[in-house]
């Protein structure tokens, strides 16, 4: 009878450090792109900066921040630890 020492992980969103902060990149970069797709909506300033959005940038923002979520999520689930663990 044989048995293997090599055990494999599941990886998960809140397992290691790097998918904490991977899935707080992903939770803040959407909250920070819904809320530039909604100034731009509104036609509003951007509030720091002062940077007029239009209707146009807003979904711009829209869509390359969930990218951006999605591609940290992706990488928060389903990456293998390091060489630390």
Known sequence: MTSSTASTR???LLETPFSMGATAVAAVTTLLSVF???TGYND???PVIGYQLDILTGA???VFGLTLALVA?????YMEPGFGE
């Open 36 to 38: 530039i797709a909604w």
């Open 73 to 77: 999520l992706t990488a928060a689930a």
């Open 60 to 62: 711009v923002a829209l």
């Open 44 to 46: 509003g300033v951007f």
């Open 10 to 12: 599941n990886g998960g």
